[in-house]
């Protein structure tokens, strides 16, 4: 296999656990989710094909942003790197024609069927989420799931799977790119250059557009997607909570991380030393992260978000850690940020 099964095929664990589920009959998991009893979690697919378009959205937004960052957006036609990124893709493509046959989520084939068809997001894939979405709950109310309907979502999955990862392949062969023309720190500074930028522009892709697009309109909904839907692809466990004074600190773990995971992959097919390319990935990680905690937590505390260690930056990291830091506030000033930064200015009468 070509990248690492940990850290870049979780997607097969569930789409797997997915067919156990159908083949036993339990159709309200299949779609819901379920706890499972080694603390993971099996999202459902109402989840998982919402998170994954959405993670679409993220790397082609990542890509972008890099290379504005560097000032070479014509990088996105640089024959060099779009044959790099073409050639390491195919070995993503490899690994999934491989773990659907062996996890018989799908026939092999399948995943050819779905190039021939583009890998690009659908222009009605709002349309058509939604009315799964909706076929699928009077399903469940008359105790069962058509076929076409079943495998229309094991088809969304895996297109969104293997866009996503095409788009985050692409952006560290980008980053490679910059470091090998033009040095390390040319990176970092593409990268703090846009990282604020990359902040809100993300946070208004995910909630004032994909996300509601896709069903996932009310605070609740979000939630419910921001808790379950990055076990679609993470090994993720909650730290402890402690007490410092007034502050809450809480730990979140995760055991694997994707992005770190191919631009390992990168990193050794490009040349590059290890670590190399981890500053592209865990500044946007912890602004995105930022900008989440803004928009999600009440406005009685004041957050603060930041990673701790990474698997792509630390050598001695088995993990990634990030904490959050929250004190009792009077933070309506963050709400109205987050209101004109992502939702847009409200209009006063």
Same mark, same amino acid.
């Given at each position: 296999?070509?990248?690492?099964?940990?850290?870049?095929?979780?997607?097969?664990?569930?789409?797997?656990?997915?067919?156990?589920?159908?083949?036993?009959?339990?159709?309200?998991?299949?779609?819901?989710?379920?706890?499972?009893?080694?603390?993971?979690?099996?999202?459902?697919?109402? /989840?998982? %094909? =919402?998170?994954?378009?959405?993670? &679409?959205?993220?790397?082609? #937004? !990542? $890509?972008?942003?890099?290379?504005?960052?560097?000032?070479?957006?014509?990088?996105?036609?640089?024959?060099?790197?779009?044959?790099?990124?073409?050639?390491?893709?195919?070995?993503?493509?490899?690994?999934?024609?491989?773990?659907?046959?062996?996890?018989?989520?799908?026939?092999?084939?399948?995943?050819?069927?779905?190039?021939?068809?583009?890998?690009?997001?659908?222009?009605?894939?709002?349309?058509?989420?939604?009315?799964?979405?909706?076929?699928?709950?009077?399903?469940?109310?008359?105790?069962?799931?058509?076929?076409?309907?079943?495998?229309?979502?094991?088809?969304?999955?895996?297109?969104?799977?293997?866009?996503?990862?095409?788009?985050?392949?692409?952006?560290? /062969?980008? %980053? =490679?790119?910059?470091?090998?023309? &033009?040095?390390?720190?040319? #990176? !970092? $500074?593409?990268?703090?250059?846009?990282?604020?930028?990359?902040?809100?522009?993300?946070?208004?892709?995910?909630?004032?557009?994909?996300?509601?697009?896709?069903?996932?309109?009310?605070?609740?909904?979000?939630?419910?997607?921001?808790?379950?839907?990055?076990?679609?692809?993470?090994?993720?466990?909650?730290?402890?909570?402690?007490?410092?004074?007034?502050?809450?600190?809480?730990?979140?773990?995760?055991?694997?991380?994707?992005?770190?995971?191919?631009?390992?992959?990168?990193?050794?097919?490009?040349?590059?030393?290890?670590?190399?390319?981890?500053?592209?990935?865990?500044?946007?990680?912890?602004?995105?992260?930022?900008?989440?905690?803004?928009?999600?937590?009440?406005?009685?505390?004041?957050?603060?978000?930041?990673?701790?260690?990474?698997?792509? #930056?630390?050598?001695?990291?088995?993990?990634?850690?990030?904490?959050?830091?929250?004190?009792?506030?009077?933070?309506?000033?963050?709400?109205?940020?987050?209101?004109?930064?992502?939702?847009?200015?409200?209009?006063?009468?």
């Amino acid at each position: 296999m070509h990248f690492d099964e940990f850290h870049n095929h979780k997607w097969a664990r569930n789409l797997k656990h997915a067919r156990r589920l159908l083949a036993e009959g339990r159709l309200a998991e299949f779609y819901h989710g379920e706890d499972l009893a080694d603390g993971d979690i099996y999202p459902g697919m109402r /989840v998982m %094909a =919402a998170y994954w378009t959405s993670v &679409e959205h993220e790397m082609k #937004l !990542r $890509r972008r942003t890099l290379l504005n960052g560097a000032g070479h957006p014509e990088w996105e036609h640089d024959p060099e790197l779009t044959a790099q990124a073409g050639e390491f893709f195919a070995r993503y493509l490899e690994d999934m024609r491989e773990l659907v046959s062996r996890d018989r989520i799908v026939p092999p084939e399948r995943i050819d069927a779905l190039a021939a068809a583009g890998w690009e997001t659908p222009a009605d894939w709002a349309e058509v989420m939604r009315a799964r979405q909706q076929e699928s709950l009077a399903g469940l109310e008359a105790g069962s799931l058509a076929p076409e309907l079943v495998e229309g979502w094991f088809d969304s999955c895996l297109r969104s799977v293997a866009n996503y990862n095409r788009y985050l392949i692409w952006g560290g /062969v980008n %980053a =490679a790119g910059l470091v090998r023309r &033009e040095g390390p720190e040319a #990176l !970092r $500074r593409a990268v703090d250059a846009t990282a604020e930028t990359f902040m809100w522009e993300i946070s208004k892709e995910f909630f004032a557009t994909v996300l509601p697009a896709a069903g996932f309109e009310d605070i609740g909904d979000l939630m419910e997607l921001g808790l379950r839907g990055m076990f679609a692809d993470q090994w993720y466990v909650k730290g402890e909570d402690r007490e410092e004074g007034e502050k809450t600190i809480r730990t979140s773990i995760l055991k694997n991380c994707e992005l770190a995971g191919i631009y390992r992959r990168v990193e050794q097919w490009t040349g590059l030393p290890p670590f190399s390319l981890g500053y592209g990935i865990c500044r946007f990680d912890e602004v995105h992260g930022q900008a989440t905690m803004m928009i999600t937590m009440p406005p009685m505390v004041s957050p603060q978000y930041r990673l701790i260690k990474s698997l792509a #930056l630390h050598p001695d990291a088995t993990e990634c850690v990030f904490e959050l830091t929250t004190v009792p506030a009077d933070d309506m000033e963050r709400i109205l940020t987050v209101q004109e930064k992502v939702f847009g200015a409200v209009d006063e009468e």
